[in-house]
């Protein structure tokens, strides 16, 4: 008889402790990040290094010891083979270093990223961002921010000014996002790294984010999940859900929105 896996009670306590796992995962990061560390290469040619590997291990155990029901898919460890059972519908995303080429090219704009999935649809996501001291969360309770140490501040998603949209971008994968704006009214255009890009919408400091080259699916559920918590919202280009949990991880293109 199959079991059902019950979602987590999203109480402050189970907040916080997923908050202080990203929290170490970071802090191992940099204590790499700070040193001339070896980079490899992955057999799909994207880079890989012991920052990678040491946070997701972090994460993974934590995890585990948190919510030992739910199974959890972390970059690595996928790519290296490990397929677990998501068959029930609930399982952790992870990519523990996501825009390993800011890290390997010393730019800060690297994030740790925890995402719950249900039935296809982020529930949950923290993105960390250890270089800069700036972590992101959000679920069913709302959307947060919180940099440095400072207070802990509620976000919400804006609606664009009328003198046009300020756009995130790739500083790594342009692929045909010209193009793709030439329906828009641009202002302007941040350039920046991982998934911060979907957060400085949810935090209304940027309006649109679209994205027509590869991405896997850890790259972008934690910061979906923030972001559709405050009030915007992922698609793909033709307006259909982006859902989670299919066979080939890769994701469709896809646009990013606030309100």
């Given at each position: 008889?199959?079991?059902?896996?019950?979602?987590?009670?999203?109480?402050?306590?189970?907040?916080?402790?997923?908050?202080?796992?990203?929290?170490?995962?970071?802090?191992?990061?940099?204590?790499?990040?700070?040193?001339?560390?070896?980079t490899?290469?992955?057999?799909?040619?994207?880079?890989?290094?012991?920052?990678?590997?040491?946070?997701?291990?972090?994460?993974?155990?934590?995890?585990?010891?948190?919510?030992?029901?739910?199974?959890?898919?972390?970059?690595?460890?996928?790519?290296?083979?490990?397929?677990?059972?998501?068959?029930?519908?609930l399982?952790?995303l992870?990519?523990?270093?996501?825009?390993?080429?800011?890290?390997?090219?010393?730019?800060?704009?690297?994030?740790?990223?925890?995402?719950?999935?249900?039935?296809?649809?982020?529930?949950?996501?923290?993105?960390?961002?250890?270089?800069?001291?700036?972590?992101?969360?959000?679920?069913?309770?709302?959307?947060?921010?919180?940099?440095?140490?400072?207070?802990?501040?509620?976000?919400?998603?804006?609606?664009?000014?009328?003198?046009?949209?300020?756009?995130?971008?790739?500083?790594?994968?342009?692929?045909?996002?010209?193009?793709?704006?030439?329906?828009?009214?641009?202002?302007?255009?941040?350039?920046?790294?991982?998934?911060?890009?979907?957060?400085?919408?949810?935090?209304?400091e940027?309006?649109?984010?679209?994205?027509?080259?590869?991405?896997?699916?850890?790259?972008?559920?934690?910061?979906?999940?923030?972001?559709?918590?405050?009030?915007?919202?992922?698609?793909?280009?033709?307006?259909?859900?982006?859902?989670?949990?299919?066979k080939?991880?890769?994701?469709?293109?896809?646009?990013?929105?606030?309100?």
């Amino acid at each position: 008889m199959s079991i059902r896996v019950l979602r987590p009670k999203f109480t402050d306590e189970w907040i916080q402790s997923l908050l202080d796992l990203s929290i170490a995962a970071g802090e191992a990061i940099l204590e790499i990040y700070l040193t001339n560390f070896e980079t490899r290469s992955k057999a799909d040619g994207s880079p890989v290094t012991e920052a990678d590997e040491k946070a997701e291990a972090i994460i993974l155990a934590g995890l585990a010891e948190l919510a030992p029901s739910i199974p959890a898919i972390g970059e690595e460890s996928y790519t290296a083979g490990a397929r677990p059972n998501i068959s029930k519908g609930l399982f952790w995303l992870v990519d523990a270093l996501d825009g390993t080429k800011e890290f390997v090219n010393k730019r800060d704009e690297f994030t740790v990223n925890i995402a719950l999935i249900e039935n296809g649809l982020p529930i949950f996501g923290i993105v960390h961002a250890p270089a800069i001291s700036r972590t992101f969360w959000g679920g069913s309770f709302g959307a947060f921010c919180k940099h440095g140490k400072t207070e802990t501040k509620s976000i919400k998603a804006r609606h664009p000014a009328k003198d046009g949209l300020v756009v995130v971008a790739s500083r790594s994968h342009r692929d045909g996002e010209e193009k793709f704006l030439e329906n828009y009214k641009v202002k302007s255009v941040i350039n920046s790294g991982s998934s911060l890009k979907i957060c400085l919408i949810a935090a209304g400091e940027a309006d649109l984010y679209p994205r027509l080259g590869p991405t896997s699916e850890w790259d972008i559920a934690a910061g979906h999940a923030v972001l559709v918590a405050a009030g915007g919202s992922i698609t793909q280009l033709n307006g259909a859900p982006f859902l989670y949990g299919k066979k080939n991880i890769l994701n469709p293109h896809f646009v990013a929105k606030g309100l």
